[in-house]
């Protein structure tokens, strides 16, 4: 096996474990199925959507005073199409597009071969994307939806099969928790299809995030370029000097990526500096690292300011909606069911869990109400604003001016 299949090989068994849940639950709805002990008279993913979604979208409306878009679509991919929807979800140039795409559905289809070929045509994109195929395909058992260019796609590989598998897992007597699962996969999808509707309506939070991490990704593709162009002794000093686990002469690439992964910004500058990078100014390297990499103070400079906008956007999209689907479900029964039937927990408990958008946006709401959302939206908070959401109150968000003087 050669160097690049081990590497494609590598990639796939970090998703193992989700690619094997994928096997157990196509296994078990096929048993279940199969079982007529088992009742099967479940919401219709497709039916209850086209049911409930007009309500849900004036619930929104009411809750937010945000118009959700009249060209909302929604759809119900089966699993590979879902897969390919989250490359999708990674934003980077229109040089990389391509490349994103390709990786993701050979990833999705476990073609060690055609991995091997897209390493071998660009090792620095699959430095950077790689790590993206991981994480996104890897959360695709627990992930329900996503909106993307005026669409929320719904995964319907796991959604179709919730209720049964839920039920089956419980054991007989069946019939007598039917309801109640029942009940609870209505609150699951009430849940989901608000959380994406909320994001319909965040488009300048969007344009944001997706600006800013453009911008990140870009500039990782930078430094995984600088790290593969170092020459073989410069890569074996700065190798030893950062101590990492040794490799195989006969290994470079491995060389190169255990380097690259060791040295990319979001793995070496927030491990050193911690989560308060999000708040700096500007960063300092190891002088010594410096001089084997001359360009890398000024790679992770210009890495702090975008990566602050994608955290402060995305944290802000997040804490929206879930401020918001917590307060328009609070009385839901269909949604208590779904924690406790299906989560294991209730709403006291869901409603005190602690992150940093959702008490954040608490916070503007506790002084602007409803207005809140439209303030979060078209004047983002900086990171320090997250941190310190007295500092957002100050801002005379009516007229636009930055601070109230």
């Given amino acids: 096996m050669t160097e690049l299949e081990e590497f494609a090989e590598a990639l796939l068994d970090q998703i193992s474990v989700e690619i094997n849940e994928e096997k157990e639950i196509s296994g078990l709805f096929s048993k ?10 479940f919401e219709q993913l497709e039916s209850f959507v086209e049911k409930e979604s007009q309500e849900l979208v004036e619930k929104v409306s009411d809750f937010t005073n945000l118009q959700v878009p009249s060209n909302i679509k929604i759809e119900f991919p089966d699993l590979k199409e879902f897969k390919m929807m989250k490359a999708k979800k990674v934003h980077t140039t229109n040089e990389s597009r391509q490349y994103v795409d390709k990786l993701f559905s050979a990833v999705a289809d476990l073609d060690i071969n055609q991995i091997s ?20 395909i890897s959360k695709i058992s627990t992930t329900y939806g996503d909106i993307l ?11 179709s099969s919730y209720p049964q ?25 009430k849940m989901t299809l ?15 995030n997706k600006t800013a991490v453009i911008n990140v990704n870009s500039i990782n593709e930078e430094l995984a ?17 950062l101590q990492l686990q040794t490799v195989p002469e006969d290994f470079p690439i491995a060389k190169k990526a255990n380097l690259f992964f060791m040295l990319n910004p979001d793995n070496f500058i927030v491990n050193v500096l911690g989560p308060d990078v999000m708040t700096f100014t500007k960063v300092e390297v190891d002088p010594k690292i410096s001089e084997f990499i001359p360009g890398l103070l000024d790679i992770y400079q210009r ?9 402060a956007a995305f944290t802000t999209m997040e804490g929206i909606a879930e401020f918001s689907v917590q307060n328009i479900l609070s009385s839901d029964i269909d949604f208590q069911n779904y924690l406790t039937t299906f989560m294991g927990t209730d709403f006291s408990s869901y409603q005190v869990r602690k992150s940093m958008g ?48």
């Fill in 117 to 136: 070929q897209l390493i071998d045509s660009d090792l620095a994109k699959f430095f950077v994307y790689s790590t993206y195929a991981k994480s996104y």
């Fill in 225 to 241: 370029n600088m790290i593969i162009n170092l020459d073989d002794s410069t890569t074996s000093k700065l190798y030893e000097y």
């Fill in 358 to 405: 959702k008490d954040f946006t608490a916070k503007i709401y506790e002084k602007f109400g409803p207005k809140s959302f439209k303030f979060l939206i078209e004047k983002p908070p900086s990171t320090k604003e997250l941190k310190d959401p007295e500092l957002y109150l100050k801002r005379d968000l009516s007229t636009g001016s930055d601070y109230v003087k």
């Fill in 303 to 311: 890495w702090l300011l975008p990566i602050q906008k994608h955290h």
């Fill in 32 to 41: 279940i199925n199969e079982d007529s002990s088992v009742p099967k008279n």
């Fill in 149 to 159: 260019d005026s669409t929320i796609y719904l995964n319907k590989f796991i959604l």
């Fill in 194 to 208: 608000l959380e994406e509707l909320i994001h319909s309506t965040q488009d300048n939070l969007h344009d944001e």
């Fill in 165 to 189: 598998i839920i039920l089956y897992k419980q054991g007989p007597p069946f019939e007598s928790r039917v309801e109640q699962v029942n009940s609870g996969y209505r609150g699951a999808l």
